[in-house]
């Protein structure tokens, strides 16, 4: 039988509230994903997980700020605060995230050239993260994902997960978005028009 996995994404420190990147309302989705968690058979975390100087921090290039854009040679990527540097504090998974059950832990964004927002594929869109071939490998065909932040690294891996050919459902009451412009519209919209259904 076709099996099913719940993927819990970057329930970090940085990115709940007083962490470096910061989601609105980030810790508040915790038990709800503890609800998930307990609902579902298996379940994958990723962890952002950077190097320190990692090409996707401000303060690595002289001159830019948190949130501005600069041109990487795979294409324009926002520039972020320092956050999830490998071993700290704000890169541990919440104390609230009952997180012992999960049977695989994918970290991501630690080649220091490269960000990636997907539990999938890194930005440059080709470097995969190898968790398409561990759920197929395991015979799971669909996803469930939740998690942090929704217009980021949970719409992205939605995308490249349906790519895969997994049918997959967002669950928005589990997530929270960073909304940089009007990314969580745009990212909301393109989730929709990819085959993501969102409940
Ligand atoms: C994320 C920006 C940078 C995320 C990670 O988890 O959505 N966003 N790194
Ligand atoms: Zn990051």
Request: hydrophobic share 40%; aromatic share 8%; charged share 20%.
């Given at each position: 039988m076709a099996g099913k996995a719940l993927v819990v994404i970057d329930m970090q420190y940085d990115f709940c509230p007083g962490g470096a990147l910061a989601v609105a309302g980030g810790?508040?989705?915790?038990?709800?994903?503890?609800?998930?968690?307990?609902?579902?058979?298996?379940?994958?975390?990723?962890?952002?997980?950077?190097?320190?100087?990692?090409?996707?921090?401000a303060?690595?290039?002289?001159g830019k700020t948190p949130f501005g854009m600069i041109d990487m040679p795979y294409g324009p990527q926002t520039?972020?605060?320092?956050?999830?540097?490998?071993?700290?504090?704000?890169?541990?998974?919440?104390d609230g995230l009952e997180w012992t059950k999960a049977?695989?832990?994918?970290?991501?964004?630690?080649?220091?050239?490269?960000?990636?927002?997907s539990a999938f594929f890194e930005n440059d869109r080709t470097t995969p993260t190898g968790l398409a071939g561990y759920l197929k490998e395991r015979g799971i065909s669909e996803?469930?994902?939740?998690?942090?932040?929704?217009?980021?690294?949970?719409?992205?891996?939605?995308?490249?997960?349906v790519k895969?050919?997994?049918s997959t459902t967002v669950?928005?009451?589990?997530?929270?978005?960073?909304?940089?412009?009007e990314s969580m519209a745009a990212m909301t919209e393109t989730m929709k028009a990819e085959g993501v259904t969102l409940a």
């Open positions: 810790d508040e989705i915790i038990p709800v994903i503890n609800r998930l968690i307990g609902d579902h058979d298996h379940v994958v975390l990723t962890q952002d997980w950077h190097p320190a100087g990692h090409s996707s921090f303060s690595s290039h002289p520039l972020w605060p320092d956050h999830c540097i490998q071993g700290t504090r704000g890169a541990a998974f919440h049977e695989l832990v994918i970290r991501k964004g630690f080649r220091r050239p490269i960000d990636s927002y996803v469930v994902l939740c998690g942090l932040a929704t217009d980021f690294c949970v719409a992205f891996s939605a995308i490249d997960a895969h050919g997994l669950m928005l009451d589990a997530c929270r978005g960073i909304d940089l412009g």
